[in-house]
């Protein structure tokens, strides 16, 4: 049994004409006698009573014509599910982040990809900033939203698209001796006390942080270290040090706590996504288009 002897089969069976379902099937009258009677043969069942003046269906006829309109019905949706599973309408996208990428373009781009997209299942998973690469290499996450530091061994393996550059600036508690100041500069906190992000969760921040100041001539008085960027700011509000962070978390606390810029234009740091280079699943493609729509879009 062929398909297209089915399909011969539903057109007859909608028509109860031969002549006329072979016109809709673009096909000779003989054919499409020859595939109902060689599917009659098959099955051992006469599926139309013919005569000269009208065709009509059997009682199996009618029984099978109610089934094979199920498979026809079940056959055009597979193929619509395909379709829409190779255009990246359907299926699920794993991406990882840290902390300080819910005040990037993390939840707008979400947002419009669950608009664009919204049979597509998203798990998005919190990991410490030193496993989303490994995670991503791994397989276990598609897409990675880290900090590029553009690092060759994971440029051969991976796709990197920048989406923001971000200036650090240095949270201090409202009433700081430093608050007044317009910009500062890292020789300017030489003595200041410090709380950062600890380096079993953050060691790209961590060590930038640390290197910088060493590069300026001194070794930050690390007073105590926090496990989360929400952690860190309250740390500041409660006057316990000064930090580092990101522009873009700069309006939190913003009643206890006051943003000065740095002068150094050298500290900055550039927010990203990453993906494997094998992985061109359409999901994947599809939110890389989104994060570049948003990159354009001040």
């Given at each position: 049994?062929?398909?297209?002897?089915?399909?011969?089969?539903?057109?007859?069976?909608?028509?109860?004409?031969?002549?006329?379902?072979?016109?809709?099937?673009?096909?000779?009258?003989?054919?499409?006698?020859?595939?109902?009677?060689?599917?009659?043969?098959?099955?051992?069942?006469?599926?139309?009573?013919?005569?000269?003046?009208?065709?009509?269906?059997?009682?199996?006829?009618?029984?099978m014509l109610e089934e094979v309109k199920l498979v026809f019905?079940?056959?055009?949706?597979?193929?619509?599910?395909?379709?829409?599973?190779?255009?990246?309408?359907?299926?699920?996208?794993?991406?990882?982040?840290?902390?300080?990428?819910?005040?990037?373009?993390?939840?707008?781009?979400?947002?419009?990809?669950?608009?664009?997209?919204?049979?597509?299942?998203?798990?998005?998973?919190?990991?410490?900033?030193?496993?989303?690469?490994?995670?991503?290499?791994?397989?276990?996450?598609?897409?990675?939203?880290?900090?590029?530091?553009?690092?060759?061994?994971?440029?051969?393996?991976?796709?990197?698209?920048?989406?923001?550059?971000?200036?650090?600036?240095?949270?201090?508690?409202?009433?700081?001796?430093?608050?007044?100041?317009?910009?500062?500069?890292?020789?300017?906190?030489?003595?200041?006390?410090?709380?950062?992000?600890?380096?079993?969760?953050?060691?790209?921040?961590?060590?930038?942080?640390?290197?910088?100041?060493?590069?300026?001539?001194?070794?930050?008085?690390?007073?105590?270290?926090?496990?989360?960027?929400?952690?860190?700011?309250?740390?500041?509000?409660?006057?316990?040090?000064?930090?580092?962070?990101?522009?873009?978390m700069s309006k939190l606390f913003d009643s206890d706590i006051?943003?000065?810029?740095?002068?150094?234009?050298?500290?900055?740091?550039?927010?990203?996504?990453?993906?494997?280079?094998?992985?061109?699943?359409?999901?994947?493609?599809?939110?890389?288009?989104?994060?570049?729509?948003?990159?354009?879009?001040?």
């Amino acid at each position: 049994m062929e398909l297209q002897q089915l399909k011969y089969f539903v057109e007859v069976a909608n028509y109860l004409h031969f002549g006329r379902a072979a016109e809709s099937l673009h096909a000779s009258q003989q054919t499409v006698s020859h595939q109902i009677a060689q599917l009659e043969g098959e099955l051992g069942v006469q599926l139309f009573k013919r005569t000269t003046r009208k065709v009509e269906l059997t009682f199996a006829g009618e029984a099978m014509l109610e089934e094979v309109k199920l498979v026809f019905m079940h056959l055009q949706r597979g193929i619509d599910e395909a379709t829409r599973a190779e255009g990246g309408r359907r299926g699920r996208l794993v991406i990882g982040y840290f902390g300080i990428m819910l005040y990037s373009i993390l939840p707008g781009a979400v947002r419009l990809y669950r608009e664009r997209y919204p049979e597509v299942e998203i798990v998005l998973q919190e990991l410490a900033s030193h496993q989303l690469e490994q995670k991503v290499q791994q397989g276990d996450i598609d897409i990675g939203f880290s900090v590029y530091l553009n690092d060759r061994h994971s440029e051969l393996s991976m796709n990197w698209l920048t989406f923001s550059t971000e200036s650090i600036v240095i949270a201090l508690p409202k009433h700081h001796h430093l608050s007044g100041h317009k910009g500062l500069y890292l020789s300017d906190l030489a003595k200041e006390s410090f709380v950062l992000l600890n380096r079993n969760d953050s060691p790209l921040l961590f060590d930038f942080f640390v290197l910088s100041c060493r590069q300026v001539g001194f070794s930050p008085n690390i007073v105590q270290t926090a496990a989360s960027d929400q952690a860190l700011i309250g740390l500041v509000a409660a006057g316990v040090g000064i930090a580092f962070v990101p522009s873009c978390m700069s309006k939190l606390f913003d009643s206890d706590i006051t943003y000065v810029p740095m002068a150094e234009s050298m500290l900055e740091i550039k927010l990203a996504i990453c993906w494997l280079r094998n992985n061109e699943t359409a999901q994947v493609e599809n939110f890389a288009e989104i994060v570049r729509s948003f990159r354009l879009t001040p």
